[in-house]
């Protein structure tokens, strides 16, 4: 009777099963730390937040001269300016701004006279040409989100935020056990009946572009002792195990036994050809694959299996396969056992994709190397016929699609939150955020721009926030205001208020520097409200033209003390440990248009709102109320 293997179960089923079983046992990566410098390509562990603001220190954008804007007020092209060598200092590009200049004026525009002084015919406005403390990043703001892999832009910006080590996943230790009596090292020269071992290279190359660290033994005789000793020492040194052979019917093929003698077979023989001979093993948490000798099988399973395992210990997605329709050139016959994979040339003819079947052998290694596609005949399908439409599995990438929630409107730093949560429930999605103020989110919704925008708009007429907006600027509907949070909004001050500030009346005050937000925003409209309703003169505020797009950098400038007060949210100034002075609960809230409420980002993007884990962040944050997030308030 012909030798039948144990099992003849389905890949998918094999490979579900197969990951469900290691799971439950605790299969996952561990964490370890490295310097920021060594982590290219490396998988975050947890997200990465910035230590210091970048710049650190209010930096010349120019060459120039560095001086008080107030000494140039009034410098006109008949009215000229005139500074002494004690009023300004010369600077370069990069260089610190001393502490009494606010404004650096360029050299182009600097006219030098012979008695040292310098003419200006034009005035400086505070602040002009000087890069701002955490212009590019401000302390506290997560640079990289949970299971990113780190670019080498992300490790150039880690470091500017003062980051000099990061937690990532470790590379999971992959043994690979080459077994055989015929099987000799590589070599130029081989002895007939020599079977050179070239699968654990093939096996290395591969684990490495998957990011494992493989680690190849000597080659073990058929010798069942042997074999289990040599199976041991990989499951004491690596996280997962490759036995290389002896898992078909031949008589000194041990595999399986070995396999179950140190841990669990859960299945012997895969739906699947090339690569039926597949054991999936395991001993506690570690996988143990027994891998069919033939080289191509080998791939196939280590593509199909082992790959998947990988994915899961760097929590990433599968690599996204481009499936294109294409004409096969020559009949192809299957048996309705199996499940079978067909290397493919591909060719463009008069405009039709056409498939070239190549050598189907389980040792046909150069098909491999020469194939364009894989074409999978399902298991319980005869083939198909030359002239038949067949799905093709690319090997060479045709493009990478994104699935990114874009964000464009008012800044807040849960929206870095939102990201991660997003990012480490499904790490197929991510999160683009830009931060443009309400005004510019509404108009960005308006054009088509966006998912989603963050809106916190006050009208004065009634003290309400975003409804009427919506009604002005979409009469005709269309969108819909998601609720989010009730967030304090106030002054931020240094620690302690050394100036004694109460209210927004008192910003008027000689010697006091305001930083604001940018005009569009929610927060310039509510200081802006605020001053037009105690009749504050803002020209009389100095800086009130000096304008950040976020709350947090306005909270970077009064840490540095640079600025001496500045509106913003609760949670931007705990981050920076600043005094708070508290003036309203303001209601920000997500805008997001009906055309894309149904797509799948947006939908997630709901359930991450309603989750406890998005509540729990907003009270690690401080500063914020939330009732209801992803209810709807308002659809118009």
């Known amino acids: 009777m012909a030798f039948q293997y144990l099992t003849n179960i389905s890949l998918e089923e094999a490979r579900s099963s197969y990951q469900e079983a290691l799971l439950t046992r605790g299969f996952a990566a561990g964490q370890e730390t490295i310097p920021v410098s060594e982590a290219c390509g490396r998988i975050t562990a947890r997200p990465v937040y910035a230590a210091i603001c970048a710049p650190h220190y209010p930096a010349s954008a120019m060459d120039g001269i560095a001086l008080r804007a107030e000494l140039t007020f009034g410098a006109g092209e008949t009215t000229p300016v005139t500074l002494t060598q004690d009023q300004f200092v010369v600077v370069d590009t990069g260089d610190p701004v001393p502490e009494n200049c606010d404004a650096v004026v360029m050299i182009e525009d600097v006219i030098r006279q012979e008695d040292g002084t310098v003419h200006l015919y034009a005035p400086a406005a505070p602040w002009q040409h000087i890069r701002q403390i955490g212009e590019d990043i401000c302390a506290g703001e997560m640079i990289l989100p949970s299971y990113m892999e780190v670019s080498p832009s992300a490790i150039g910006a880690m470091i500017a935020g003062g980051v000099m080590e990061i937690s990532v996943l470790k ?41 494992a660290v493989p680690l190849t033994y000597p080659i073990v005789k058929d010798r069942r002792d042997e074999i289990e000793a040599a199976v041991k020492k990989a499951l004491a040194e690596c996280d997962m195990v490759l036995l290389n052979a002896g898992s078909s019917a031949g008589r000194e093929d041990y595999s399986a036994e070995v396999i179950r003698s140190v841990g669990e077979v859960l299945y012997h023989g895969i739906a699947i050809k090339p690569g039926k ?29 082992l790959k998947p395992l990988i994915d899961r210990w760097f929590v990433r997605p599968p690599e996204e396969e481009v499936i294109r ?42 098909s491999f190397m020469k194939a364009d596609g894989i074409m999978e005949i399902p298991q319980g ?128 005050r ?102 406890p884990e998005f509540k729990q962040r907003l009270t690690a944050l401080g500063g914020y109320e939330c009732e209801n997030p992803g209810r709807v308030r308002q659809h118009l």
């Open 510 to 611: 000689p010697g006091l520097r305001y930083v604001n937000r940018q005009k569009g925003s929610g927060t310039r409209i509510l200081i802006d409200y605020l001053c037009k309703k105690e009749g504050i003169d803002t020209t009389k505020i100095y800086g009130y033209d000096r304008e950040e797009f976020t709350h947090t950098s306005v909270a970077a400038q009064i840490a540095s003390g640079t600025a001496d007060a500045g509106m913003g949210i609760y949670s931007a100034a705990r981050l920076y440990d600043l005094d708070f002075l508290p003036i309203c609960m303001e209601q920000y809230d997500l805008l997001i248009p009906d055309s894309v409420w149904d797509t799948d980002v947006v939908q997630r993007l709901i359930r991450v709102l309603q989750s």
């Open 277 to 305: 001979p597949a054991i999936l093993g395991l001993q506690e948490c570690k996988p143990i694959l027994g891998v069919p000798g033939y080289p191509v099988s080998g791939i196939i399973v280590l593509e199909q299996l």
């Open 381 to 508: 399908t005869e083939g198909y016929a030359a002239g038949s439409e067949v799905p093709v599995h690319l090997l060479k990438k045709e493009s990478s699609l994104r699935n990114t929630l874009v964000a464009i409107g008012s800044h807040d730093p849960l929206l870095d939150e939102v990201a991660d949560l997003l990012h480490s429930a499904d790490t197929t999605l991510s999160m683009s955020s830009t931060h443009v103020g309400s005004m510019g989110g509404i108009m960005a919704v308006k054009r088509g721009e966006t998912h989603v925008a963050g809106i916190h708009l006050l009208d004065e007429a009634d003290g309400s926030y975003n409804v009427s907006f919506l009604k002005k600027y979409f009469p005709q509907g269309g969108v819909r205001l998601v609720e989010c949070v009730g967030r304090s909004q106030g002054l931020m001050l240094p620690v302690g208020n050394p100036l004694g500030i109460t209210s927004v009346n008192d910003l008027t």
């Open 171 to 211: 590379r999971p230790v992959v043994g690979i056990i080459p077994t055989g009596d015929e099987i000799i090292p590589p070599t130029a020269n081989p002895a007939p009946g020599d079977i050179l071992e070239f699968n654990s290279s093939i096996f290395s190359a591969m684990l490495k572009q998957w990011g």
């Open 325 to 366: 329709n294409a004409t096969l050139a020559k009949s192809v016959v299957s048996g309705l056992k199996y499940q079978e994979f067909v290397r493919v040339r591909l060719g463009n003819v008069d405009g039709k994709l056409m498939a070239s079947p190549l050598g189907r052998g389980s040792g046909v290694v150069s």
